[in-house]
């Protein structure tokens, strides 16, 4: 009887503690499969502690991380809420960079990297080097074009801040 007892007791705290777990999701976002929870801000953390990118209407992100001493700027794409790293075909892409009175253009190339498997063509990392990216640690910015293959949407002219994001 004592060892039921127990049992019961453990089972109504396993569903006391299920049943009070709430996850945090955002209300506006269609990608969610949870039903949506009201929450005051809509924010996703970028893994690397970069500047976040949303491109649409969170259909994707690109997570910018700047290597100030090797004048290196590495872009992550990421799936909707961040919720992970978005390998693609895509080579390259364009940003456009005002820097000062001078527009920069960083042209970023897809990487290959080892520890995760990934090839160009098929890699969710892309970096651009420039050796004004060791100083310049503020500017506005365009993503010129980028295209996921996602039925009607190209990414085309989304303005952003360094290190602010948009």
Same mark, same amino acid.
């Given at each position: =009887?004592?060892?039921?007892?127990?049992?019961?007791?453990?089972? &109504?705290?396993?569903?006391?503690?299920?049943?009070?777990?709430?996850?945090?999701?955002?209300?506006?976002?269609?990608?969610?499969?949870?039903?949506?929870?009201?929450?005051? !801000?809509?924010?996703?953390?970028?893994?690397?502690?970069?500047?976040?990118?949303?491109?649409?209407?969170?259909?994707?992100?690109?997570?910018?991380?700047?290597?100030?001493?090797?004048?290196?700027?590495?872009?992550? &794409?990421?799936?909707?809420? =961040?919720? +992970?790293? /978005?390998?693609?075909?895509?080579?390259?892409?364009?940003?456009?960079? !005002?820097?000062?009175? !001078?527009?920069?253009?960083?042209?970023?190339?897809?990487?290959?990297?080892?520890?995760?498997?990934?090839?160009?063509?098929?890699?969710?990392?892309?970096?651009?080097?420039?050796? /004004?990216?060791?100083?310049?640690?503020?500017?506005?910015?365009?993503?010129?074009?980028?295209?996921?293959?996602?039925?009607? !949407?190209?990414?085309?002219?989304?303005?952003?801040?360094?290190?602010? +994001?948009?």
């Amino acid at each position: =009887m004592k060892s039921l007892v127990h049992l019961a007791s453990l089972l &109504l705290l396993g569903l006391v503690l299920a049943c009070a777990k709430k996850e945090d999701s955002c209300a506006a976002c269609e990608h969610c499969e949870k039903k949506p929870v009201v929450s005051k !801000k809509h924010a996703h953390e970028p893994p690397h502690g970069g500047t976040a990118v949303t491109l649409g209407d969170e259909d994707a992100h690109l997570e910018f991380v700047r290597d100030a001493a090797a004048g290196k700027l590495t872009a992550y &794409l990421l799936k909707p809420h =961040m919720s +992970g790293f /978005w390998r693609t075909s895509v080579m390259q892409f364009e940003v456009a960079a !005002k820097v000062g009175d !001078k527009t920069e253009k960083l042209l970023f190339k897809a990487v290959v990297n080892p520890a995760t498997g990934e090839t160009v063509g098929d890699t969710a990392q892309f970096e651009v080097q420039a050796d /004004w990216l060791k100083t310049a640690d503020k500017f506005d910015a365009t993503l010129m074009e980028l295209n996921l293959n996602l039925p009607g !949407k190209t990414f085309k002219d989304v303005p952003f801040n360094f290190p602010k +994001g948009n």
